[in-house]
Protein backbone atom coordinates (compact mmCIF):
# COMPACT_ATOMS: atom_id res chain seq x y z
CA UNK A 1 0.00 0.00 0.00
CA UNK A 2 2.71 2.45 1.23
CA UNK A 3 5.08 1.21 -1.70
CA UNK A 4 2.23 1.56 -4.38
CA UNK A 5 1.79 5.17 -2.67
CA UNK A 6 5.31 5.99 -2.92
CA UNK A 7 5.74 4.22 -6.35
CA UNK A 8 2.47 6.99 -7.76
CA UNK A 9 3.93 9.93 -5.77
CA UNK A 10 7.50 9.36 -7.61
CA UNK A 11 5.29 9.22 -10.30
CA UNK A 12 3.63 12.37 -10.34
CA UNK A 13 7.13 14.39 -9.20
CA UNK A 14 8.41 12.85 -12.31
CA UNK A 15 6.26 14.01 -14.51
CA UNK A 16 5.82 18.08 -13.00
CA UNK A 17 10.09 17.62 -13.28
CA UNK A 18 10.36 18.14 -9.84
CA UNK A 19 12.30 15.02 -10.22
CA UNK A 20 14.33 13.22 -12.46
CA UNK A 21 13.55 9.87 -14.07
CA UNK A 22 15.09 7.29 -11.99
CA UNK A 23 17.18 4.83 -13.40
CA UNK A 24 17.44 1.69 -11.90
CA UNK A 25 20.79 0.57 -10.80
CA UNK A 26 21.93 -2.69 -12.66
CA UNK A 27 23.84 -4.29 -9.77
CA UNK A 28 24.38 -7.18 -11.58
CA UNK A 29 26.74 -5.18 -13.96
CA UNK A 30 28.16 -3.67 -10.52
CA UNK A 31 28.81 -7.37 -9.55
CA UNK A 32 30.86 -8.15 -13.01
CA UNK A 33 32.88 -5.23 -13.06
CA UNK A 34 33.92 -6.54 -9.29
CA UNK A 35 34.50 -9.99 -11.12
CA UNK A 36 36.72 -8.53 -13.85
CA UNK A 37 38.97 -6.79 -10.95
CA UNK A 38 39.80 -10.03 -8.93
CA UNK A 39 40.23 -11.77 -12.51
CA UNK A 40 40.61 -9.52 -15.83
CA UNK A 41 40.64 -12.53 -17.65
CA UNK A 42 38.98 -15.85 -17.70
CA UNK A 43 41.40 -17.67 -19.86
CA UNK A 44 42.47 -21.22 -19.58
CA UNK A 45 39.67 -21.13 -16.60
CA UNK A 46 36.32 -23.53 -16.34
CA UNK A 47 33.30 -21.52 -15.34
CA UNK A 48 30.14 -22.74 -13.65
CA UNK A 49 26.85 -20.29 -14.05
CA UNK A 50 23.74 -21.66 -11.95
CA UNK A 51 20.23 -20.28 -12.60
CA UNK A 52 21.48 -18.05 -15.58
CA UNK A 53 17.68 -17.34 -16.77
CA UNK A 54 17.94 -14.32 -18.93
CA UNK A 55 21.76 -15.32 -20.13
CA UNK A 56 22.69 -11.32 -19.19
CA UNK A 57 25.44 -12.41 -16.80
CA UNK A 58 26.41 -15.27 -19.13
CA UNK A 59 27.16 -12.82 -21.51
CA UNK A 60 29.15 -11.17 -20.03
CA UNK A 61 31.52 -14.33 -18.60
CA UNK A 62 31.33 -15.19 -21.85
CA UNK A 63 33.23 -11.89 -22.92
CA UNK A 64 35.96 -13.02 -20.68
CA UNK A 65 36.32 -15.93 -23.10
CA UNK A 66 37.12 -18.77 -19.99
CA UNK A 67 37.87 -22.40 -21.53
CA UNK A 68 34.71 -23.45 -20.96
CA UNK A 69 31.34 -22.25 -19.66
CA UNK A 70 28.84 -24.56 -17.90
CA UNK A 71 25.44 -23.53 -17.38
CA UNK A 72 22.83 -25.20 -15.07
CA UNK A 73 19.46 -23.94 -14.86
CA UNK A 74 16.73 -25.53 -12.99
CA UNK A 75 15.26 -27.96 -16.09
CA UNK A 76 12.28 -26.51 -18.11
CA UNK A 77 9.59 -28.35 -17.14
CA UNK A 78 9.33 -27.50 -13.73
CA UNK A 79 9.78 -24.14 -14.26
CA UNK A 80 6.57 -22.10 -14.30
CA UNK A 81 5.44 -18.37 -14.53
CA UNK A 82 4.04 -18.00 -10.61
CA UNK A 83 3.27 -14.07 -11.41
CA UNK A 84 0.99 -14.33 -14.32
CA UNK A 85 -0.63 -17.51 -13.02
CA UNK A 86 0.10 -19.12 -16.02
CA UNK A 87 2.13 -22.26 -16.71
CA UNK A 88 4.69 -21.37 -19.28
CA UNK A 89 7.36 -24.17 -19.80
CA UNK A 90 10.83 -22.71 -20.90
CA UNK A 91 12.49 -23.63 -24.38
CA UNK A 92 15.24 -26.34 -23.45
CA UNK A 93 17.59 -24.11 -24.59
CA UNK A 94 16.93 -20.66 -24.31
CA UNK A 95 17.14 -18.41 -27.27
CA UNK A 96 19.94 -16.37 -25.78
CA UNK A 97 22.36 -19.34 -25.82
CA UNK A 98 22.51 -19.84 -28.98
CA UNK A 99 24.08 -16.20 -29.62
CA UNK A 100 27.21 -17.08 -27.31
CA UNK A 101 30.34 -16.56 -28.74
CA UNK A 102 32.10 -19.24 -27.00
CA UNK A 103 33.40 -22.69 -28.10
CA UNK A 104 33.29 -24.08 -24.61
CA UNK A 105 29.92 -23.56 -23.38
CA UNK A 106 27.18 -25.82 -22.46
CA UNK A 107 24.10 -25.61 -21.14
CA UNK A 108 22.57 -28.17 -18.41
CA UNK A 109 19.08 -28.49 -17.13
CA UNK A 110 19.80 -29.60 -13.34
CA UNK A 111 18.86 -28.67 -9.74
CA UNK A 112 22.30 -28.35 -8.46
CA UNK A 113 20.50 -28.91 -4.54
CA UNK A 114 19.67 -32.52 -5.57
CA UNK A 115 21.92 -33.83 -8.37
CA UNK A 116 22.99 -36.90 -7.46
CA UNK A 117 26.46 -37.31 -6.07
CA UNK A 118 27.58 -38.99 -9.84
CA UNK A 119 25.79 -36.14 -11.58
CA UNK A 120 28.17 -33.82 -9.31
CA UNK A 121 31.25 -35.26 -9.92
CA UNK A 122 30.28 -35.70 -13.68
CA UNK A 123 30.51 -31.86 -13.52
CA UNK A 124 34.41 -31.62 -12.73
CA UNK A 125 35.55 -28.96 -10.75
CA UNK A 126 36.10 -25.02 -11.54
CA UNK A 127 37.64 -21.75 -11.27
CA UNK A 128 34.68 -19.90 -10.81
CA UNK A 129 31.28 -20.21 -9.73
CA UNK A 130 28.95 -17.19 -10.34
CA UNK A 131 25.40 -17.66 -8.58
CA UNK A 132 23.21 -14.49 -8.23
CA UNK A 133 19.45 -14.48 -7.50
CA UNK A 134 19.44 -18.14 -7.02
CA UNK A 135 20.47 -18.75 -2.66
CA UNK A 136 16.72 -17.93 -2.03
CA UNK A 137 15.19 -20.02 -4.00
CA UNK A 138 16.53 -22.88 -2.51
CA UNK A 139 14.95 -24.81 0.87
CA UNK A 140 17.96 -26.26 1.84
CA UNK A 141 20.67 -23.26 1.93
CA UNK A 142 23.27 -24.39 3.62
CA UNK A 143 23.64 -27.70 1.58
CA UNK A 144 23.34 -25.60 -1.85
CA UNK A 145 26.70 -23.46 -1.06
CA UNK A 146 28.49 -26.59 0.28
CA UNK A 147 27.84 -28.15 -3.23
CA UNK A 148 29.36 -25.05 -4.36
CA UNK A 149 32.30 -25.19 -1.92
CA UNK A 150 32.67 -28.73 -3.32
CA UNK A 151 32.70 -28.01 -7.23
CA UNK A 152 35.71 -25.35 -6.62
CA UNK A 153 39.03 -26.14 -7.44
CA UNK A 154 41.36 -25.21 -4.02
CA UNK A 155 41.70 -21.61 -4.88
CA UNK A 156 38.49 -21.28 -6.94
CA UNK A 157 36.39 -18.14 -6.56
CA UNK A 158 32.76 -18.11 -5.75
CA UNK A 159 30.61 -14.98 -6.76
CA UNK A 160 26.95 -14.79 -4.64
CA UNK A 161 24.47 -12.50 -4.49
CA UNK A 162 21.27 -12.78 -2.88
CA UNK A 163 18.37 -10.87 -1.83
CA UNK A 164 18.10 -10.84 2.34
CA UNK A 165 15.33 -10.66 4.93
CA UNK A 166 13.55 -6.84 4.86
CA UNK A 167 11.97 -7.90 8.16
CA UNK A 168 12.39 -5.27 10.17
CA UNK A 169 12.67 -7.35 13.53
CA UNK A 170 15.06 -10.14 11.89
CA UNK A 171 17.28 -8.08 9.34
CA UNK A 172 20.14 -7.15 11.97
CA UNK A 173 20.12 -10.54 13.69
CA UNK A 174 21.83 -13.83 12.55
CA UNK A 175 18.87 -15.43 11.13
CA UNK A 176 16.59 -16.77 8.75
CA UNK A 177 13.33 -15.67 7.75
CA UNK A 178 11.22 -18.61 6.52
CA UNK A 179 8.10 -17.79 4.46
CA UNK A 180 5.69 -19.07 5.30
CA UNK A 181 2.66 -19.46 5.75
CA UNK A 182 1.93 -17.86 2.10
CA UNK A 183 -1.55 -18.40 2.72
CA UNK A 184 -3.76 -20.16 5.67
CA UNK A 185 -4.89 -22.17 3.59
CA UNK A 186 -1.35 -23.42 2.08
CA UNK A 187 -0.69 -27.40 2.85
CA UNK A 188 -1.38 -29.18 0.02
CA UNK A 189 -2.87 -33.12 0.89
CA UNK A 190 -1.09 -35.42 -1.37
CA UNK A 191 -0.97 -34.55 -4.93
CA UNK A 192 -4.60 -32.40 -5.17
CA UNK A 193 -4.39 -29.15 -5.24
CA UNK A 194 -7.57 -28.16 -4.65
CA UNK A 195 -7.24 -30.01 -1.67
CA UNK A 196 -5.55 -27.58 1.11
CA UNK A 197 -5.21 -27.58 4.99
CA UNK A 198 -4.47 -25.20 7.19
CA UNK A 199 -1.26 -23.88 8.59
CA UNK A 200 -0.93 -24.27 12.27
CA UNK A 201 1.51 -20.68 11.78
CA UNK A 202 -0.78 -17.13 11.93
CA UNK A 203 0.73 -15.08 9.41
CA UNK A 204 3.04 -12.36 10.51
CA UNK A 205 2.06 -9.06 9.13
CA UNK A 206 6.02 -7.63 9.03
CA UNK A 207 7.18 -10.77 6.93
CA UNK A 208 9.04 -9.55 3.79
CA UNK A 209 6.57 -9.54 1.32
CA UNK A 210 7.32 -11.83 -1.99
CA UNK A 211 4.62 -12.71 -4.20
CA UNK A 212 6.87 -15.57 -5.63
CA UNK A 213 5.82 -19.41 -4.55
CA UNK A 214 9.68 -20.21 -5.39
CA UNK A 215 10.84 -18.24 -2.20
CA UNK A 216 10.69 -20.21 0.86
CA UNK A 217 13.67 -18.46 2.93
CA UNK A 218 15.11 -14.98 2.81
CA UNK A 219 18.43 -14.61 4.77
CA UNK A 220 19.87 -11.98 7.23
CA UNK A 221 23.56 -10.86 5.76
CA UNK A 222 25.16 -12.44 8.67
CA UNK A 223 23.21 -15.78 8.01
CA UNK A 224 25.15 -15.72 4.64
CA UNK A 225 28.41 -13.97 5.92
CA UNK A 226 27.92 -17.51 8.52
CA UNK A 227 26.72 -19.99 5.66
CA UNK A 228 29.89 -19.44 3.71
CA UNK A 229 32.25 -19.18 6.88
CA UNK A 230 30.75 -22.82 8.22
CA UNK A 231 30.89 -24.50 4.48
CA UNK A 232 34.54 -23.36 5.05
CA UNK A 233 35.00 -20.49 2.29
CA UNK A 234 37.75 -18.22 2.96
CA UNK A 235 38.55 -14.52 2.07
CA UNK A 236 35.25 -13.61 1.98
CA UNK A 237 34.34 -9.67 1.10
CA UNK A 238 31.67 -7.97 0.30
CA UNK A 239 31.00 -6.31 -3.07
CA UNK A 240 29.28 -2.96 -2.52
CA UNK A 241 25.71 -2.92 -4.90
CA UNK A 242 24.19 -0.09 -5.31
CA UNK A 243 20.77 -1.32 -3.94
CA UNK A 244 18.91 0.49 -0.86
CA UNK A 245 18.25 -0.87 2.44
CA UNK A 246 20.42 -3.75 2.24
CA UNK A 247 17.55 -5.88 0.44
CA UNK A 248 20.15 -7.74 -1.07
CA UNK A 249 24.22 -8.77 -0.65
CA UNK A 250 26.92 -9.73 -3.31
CA UNK A 251 30.04 -11.73 -2.18
CA UNK A 252 33.13 -12.93 -3.63
CA UNK A 253 34.50 -16.16 -1.44
CA UNK A 254 37.78 -18.24 -1.79
CA UNK A 255 38.22 -21.53 -1.51
CA UNK A 256 41.31 -22.72 0.32
CA UNK A 257 42.86 -25.67 1.32
CA UNK A 258 40.71 -25.81 4.37
CA UNK A 259 37.64 -28.36 4.01
CA UNK A 260 35.56 -26.52 6.04
CA UNK A 261 33.90 -27.01 9.98
CA UNK A 262 32.84 -30.47 11.28
CA UNK A 263 30.06 -30.50 14.03
CA UNK A 264 29.40 -33.80 16.66
CA UNK A 265 29.08 -33.37 20.05
CA UNK A 266 30.64 -37.07 20.12
CA UNK A 267 31.87 -39.68 18.54
CA UNK A 268 35.41 -39.83 16.72
CA UNK A 269 37.91 -37.07 16.38
CA UNK A 270 38.41 -35.22 14.80
CA UNK A 271 34.37 -35.22 14.04
CA UNK A 272 33.48 -36.90 10.32
CA UNK A 273 30.63 -34.30 9.84
CA UNK A 274 31.17 -31.90 7.95
CA UNK A 275 28.26 -29.11 7.98
CA UNK A 276 26.32 -28.69 5.14
CA UNK A 277 28.19 -32.25 3.85
CA UNK A 278 25.07 -34.49 2.52
CA UNK A 279 25.90 -36.12 -0.68
C1 LIG B 1 15.75 -15.04 -9.94
S1 LIG B 1 16.50 -15.98 -11.22
C2 LIG B 1 18.14 -15.23 -11.22
C3 LIG B 1 18.61 -14.97 -12.63
C4 LIG B 1 19.97 -14.26 -12.72
N1 LIG B 1 21.03 -15.15 -12.33
C5 LIG B 1 20.01 -12.99 -11.93
O1 LIG B 1 20.94 -12.76 -11.16
O2 LIG B 1 19.09 -12.16 -12.07
C6 LIG B 1 16.84 -17.56 -10.46
C7 LIG B 1 17.29 -18.60 -11.45
O3 LIG B 1 17.94 -19.64 -10.76
C8 LIG B 1 17.43 -20.90 -11.15
N2 LIG B 1 17.63 -21.81 -10.00
C9 LIG B 1 17.11 -21.69 -8.76
N3 LIG B 1 17.53 -22.70 -7.96
C10 LIG B 1 18.34 -23.48 -8.73
C11 LIG B 1 19.05 -24.68 -8.48
N4 LIG B 1 19.00 -25.28 -7.30
N5 LIG B 1 19.76 -25.23 -9.50
C12 LIG B 1 19.79 -24.63 -10.71
N6 LIG B 1 19.14 -23.48 -11.01
C13 LIG B 1 18.41 -22.91 -10.03
C14 LIG B 1 15.97 -20.58 -11.50
O4 LIG B 1 15.40 -21.55 -12.34
C15 LIG B 1 16.12 -19.24 -12.20
O5 LIG B 1 16.44 -19.34 -13.55
Redesign the pocket.
Known sequence: MIRSLKKTARFLLEKLGVLTPYDPPNY?AV?FDALTRLKPTLQGQRVL??????G??SQRLASLQPESLTL???PAD??INVISASRTS?EKLPTWFHTLDLPGKSYLE??????TPDELTALGHFDLI??????Y??PEPLR?LKRLFLLLQPGGLLIL?T?LTRHPGLKNYNCVEIIWPKTQLCLRVGEDDNQLIPSKIVPDSMQSLTT?S?VSHLPSAKAVLSWLEMCGFQEINEIAIPVPDYKRIALSARKGDFPGYTYSNRGPKPSPYLIGDSL
Not at 49 to 54: H, N, Y
Open positions: RVEIGPKDKDMDIYTRGNILYLWCTGVLHNFESQN
